[in-house]
């Protein structure tokens, strides 16, 4: 299982998901465009202590991650899918993408991936779910599937 966030901008939520990642012991991306530095107080105050053991890599594009991983199905997690995140049986090299906090992902992404784009039900009024939120929700859900 790994992680992939797409044009992360808020460094507080990508240190979130790290400490996560860690906890988990699941590796990271992170697709440039970045809104942060890596090295930020938010990242470190967020991510404690913790950042120094996460498996992560920055990457340019989306394509680098598939490249990287040829035989992982892709998961896009986005308001605009159809199909549950808890109707996916979950094997152990998916990955799992999630969108920038305020664009999420693409056109061309939700157009390309229309079959593999999961949502979180959300039946309060609200647009979407924090960044950091969807991921521990999606990840441990997948995490309880593994063996």
Known sequence: MKVVLFHPEIPQNTGNIG????ATNTPLYLV?????FLDSKEIRRSGLDYWENLKYTVVDSLEE??????????WF????GK???????????DILVFGSEGKGLTPELYEKHQD???????????RSLNLATSVGIVL???VRQMP
């Open 19 to 22: 400490r996560l990642c860690v």
């Open 32 to 36: 440039r465009p970045l809104g942060f």
């Open 65 to 74: 991650v598939q490249a990287e991983n040829p035989k992982s199905r892709f």
């Open 77 to 80: 997690l986005s308001t605009k």
């Open 83 to 93: 199909k549950l995140y808890t109707d996916v049986s979950y094997q152990a090299d």
């Open 116 to 126: 593999s784009l999961l949502k979180i039900p959300t039946p309060g009024p609200v």
């Open 140 to 142: 441990y859900e997948a």
